[in-house]
């Protein structure tokens, strides 16, 4: 088991899904300490199988932003429109951001929380990782854009610049995702342990899984009003209230709708908290999964 010297936080399996680590260190005042082997390989090489894996996931949200007639099956549809393997389109991007941004989602995160606890480490963590993959998502989220309506945007954004349009609305988003992973997993987890009178790895799985949906679905309608900006360009030629008004009519576009007279939650609200969940649950679970089963079969 990972223990990391730091004020109280919630139990080790959800911040570091039961991994064992070095003895403790000292770097500039900060007391923290090394995870092993088992969690770096994790972190360097099955975040970024993971993150290519779930990337038809991804371009399907990206699609949705910009469509609200479709439904999750129609945007998947397009999204494999050009065969299987165009499923893929831009993944490598991504992929290739993951090696750092899983290593911050494990190490570094627990560094952060060493001297600024859970809450100060999920914001510094999902700072970082907004700076390392910011341009990488943009970069796909762009390319997906003109793989379905070509010539759309004509300058793609580069892969390696970590700012620009909505990166702001990208940060708040990793907050809320990171949240899921250090902070709603073990609450569920525990929800899912006593309904069911059993503690194994099942249970674990339905746990943190249970708390990245959670997360996914808070996260939904930020992640779609970022889609809905890197891939917007006439964003850009507006002033700030025009942009601020325009974000606030996608909005309300996407997620609600008025009939005979009354406004509701539109039908795409559960279309976009399922592909959200599809997206980020799927593809945290598998992270957390593959480090769990990297530390047990490890050779000591």
Not at 154 to 166: D, E, I, Q, R, T
Not at 242 to 256: N, P, S, T, V
Request: some cysteine.
């Amino acid at each position: 088991r990972l223990e990391f010297y730091y004020p109280p936080t919630p139990p080790a399996r959800t911040l570091a899904f039961g991994c064992r680590a070095a003895g403790p260190r000292r770097v500039m005042g900060f007391d923290f300490k090394l995870p092993e082997t088992p969690v770096i390989v994790a972190g360097g090489f099955g975040g970024p199988a993971v993150m290519f894996t779930v990337t038809p996931f991804r371009n399907g949200l990206t699609l949705g932003s910009t469509n609200i007639a479709a439904s999750a099956r129609e945007l998947y549809g397009q999204v494999f429109a050009r065969g299987f393997a165009g499923g893929w389109t831009g993944g490598i991007y991504p992929a290739t951001a993951a090696c750092p941004q899983f290593l911050c989602l494990g190490p570094l995160y627990h560094f952060y929380a060493s001297f600024s606890g859970v809450a100060g480490g999920v914001v510094l963590t999902s700072l970082t990782e907004t700076a390392i993959v910011y341009g990488a998502e943009t970069c796909n989220a762009q390319m997906a854009t003109n793989a379905k309506t070509p010539g759309k945007i004509p300058a793609v954004h580069s892969a390696y610049k970590p700012f620009g349009p909505g990166v702001g609305i990208h940060a708040l988003r990793n907050i809320i995702a990171t949240a899921g992973l250090r902070i709603f997993c073990d609450p569920c987890t525990l929800a899912v342990e006593k309904a069911t009178g059993k503690s194994n790895g099942l249970t674990q799985l339905g746990g943190d899984f249970a708390g990245n949906v959670m997360a996914a679905c808070l996260s939904a309608p930020v992640h779609q009003l970022y889609g809905f900006t890197v891939t917007t360009p006439e964003l850009q030629n507006m002033s700030g209230s025009e942009k601020k008004d325009r974000m606030i009519q996608f909005l309300k576009e996407q997620y609600l709708e008025t009939k005979d007279g009354r406004t509701r939650l539109s039908s795409v609200v559960p279309r976009d908290l399922f592909m959200r969940s599809m997206y980020v649950a799927v593809a945290y679970t598998m992270y957390g999964t593959l480090e769990r089963t990297l530390v047990r079969m490890w050779p000591k």
